[in-house]
């Protein structure tokens, strides 16, 4: 049964608290959070501490004190921050990346929502890190990899959740023309491969007088089709 939350903020604690619970790293719950929940890295890392927009500018200011009189940081300008640049904000600084990298325990870079032009094989080999950059084939064989070193997934729930993350992401990278492709590609080799063969004979023929008249498609045809898909 899924368990009811009273608000997001109770239902993202619960999810870092389950991922920290199995040992999982702050990257690891930072990454599942910005997928689940469509947010950005600054947010995301923050949520993964547990903290609010006013205890990270607490932090800050307890780091960085200013000098008599001058302004400190407040929770607007870590909201600033964090909306910078999926809606209205303001970009942070190199400076304030590497000071919120400090809070974050992490690195500037993991705090910005650009885009990924890493060429494949130019990072370590990880398959949290490699398997956004793969090929199709290349990332299901690590997807069978992933599953035949897991004792059990549930015992590694949180990293079914960095793959599934990274997974994600490589879809949403995907160039439209790059994934019309590759569905045309499934089409013809489905097309061209024996499909059908488990079939007795006359259920092959009503799947083939179904493409020929496609009046005659009845939910037997659609079952057979869709297991083919």
Sequence with gaps: METSYRSRRAEVAALRAELTAKGAPIRQIASVIRVRYRVGARTAYRHAHGLTQQQVADRWNGLWPTADGAAVITHKHVSYWEAWPLSTGRPPSVETLNRLARIYL????????????????????????????????????????????????????????????????????????????????????????????????????????????????????????????
Excluded at 172 to 199: E, F, T, Y
């Design 106 to 229: 992490t690195s500037a870079a993991e705090l910005l929502d650009g885009e990924d032009h890493t060429q494949p094989g130019s990072t370590p080999a990880n398959l949290g890190s490699e398997i956004v950059q793969a090929e199709p084939m290349d990332v299901l064989s690590r997807v069978d990899q992933f599953i035949a070193a897991s004792d059990s997934l549930a015992s590694r729930e949180c990293d079914y959740h960095q793959l599934v993350a990274n997974l994600i992401e490589w879809a949403c990278r995907m160039k439209r023309r790059d994934i019309l492709q590759r569905l045309s590609s499934a089409a013809a080799a489905a097309a061209a491969a024996p499909v059908l063969d488990g079939l007795d004979h006359g259920e092959q023929a009503r799947v083939a007088q179904a493409f020929a008249t496609p009046s005659r498609v009845d939910a037997t045809v659609v079952g057979h089709i869709e297991a083919v898909l």
